[in-house]
């Protein structure tokens, strides 16, 4: 697997398959999940919409992935996770490996070769940045995937920065 770090951002990735860092309920809201419902259109939505209607009815449970249509983004699919909310308290590692495994795992079953993976659960859900790059690059390296490319997309230098160091150490 060739893995790629870009700064900039996630919409306008020319990829397979771009990951969505969703919240439950899959109807949209902040951050990155904001700008992909804004970007790729009600298309997005309207798939989001069917699948809460059918079985996932009670949401989308953290650590978990479900595909969808990129709407009008230059990707052919959307995979939503849900991250979870840093705890100083619980030890959540464990479920933000999960969303970057349940993605790719996502991503095979639908024949995606190149994923764009935003850094999940980072942003307003409080994962300190360096150790959620560390627990991206360390499960993204040893998970069973034929996907090819994997490319982190970061908003900003210092989410690069936390990248980049994570990538340097798990070689």
């Known amino acids: 697997m060739n893995l790629t770090l ?4 996630i919409t306008e990735q020319r990829v397979d398959a771009i990951v969505n860092a969703a919240n ?17 259109g009600p298309d997005i939505l309207a798939e989001c919409r069917a699948l809460r209607a059918g079985h996932l009815g009670r949401g989308l449970p953290t650590g978990r992935a479900v595909a969808t249509t990129a709407g009008r983004l230059p990707a052919r699919w959307v995979i939503h996770t849900v991250g979870p909310v840093h705890s100083r308290e619980e030890d959540r590692s464990a479920l933000l490996a999960s969303c970057y495994r349940e993605s790719l795992r996502v991503a095979d079953d639908v024949g995606a070769r190149s994923v764009a993976f935003p850094a999940i659960s980072t942003g307003v859900y409080g994962w300190p940045m360096a150790d959620g790059a560390r627990i991206a690059v360390e499960t993204v390296r040893s998970a069973a995937t034929s996907v090819a490319e994997v490319r982190f997309v970061l908003f900003d230098p210092p989410a690069y920065e936390a990248f980049a160091a994570a990538v340097a150490r798990a070689h």
């Open 6 to 9: 870009a700064l900039g951002d």
């Open 24 to 40: 439950s309920s899959l109807l949209g809201g902040g951050g990155v999940d904001g700008a992909i419902h804004r970007k790729g």
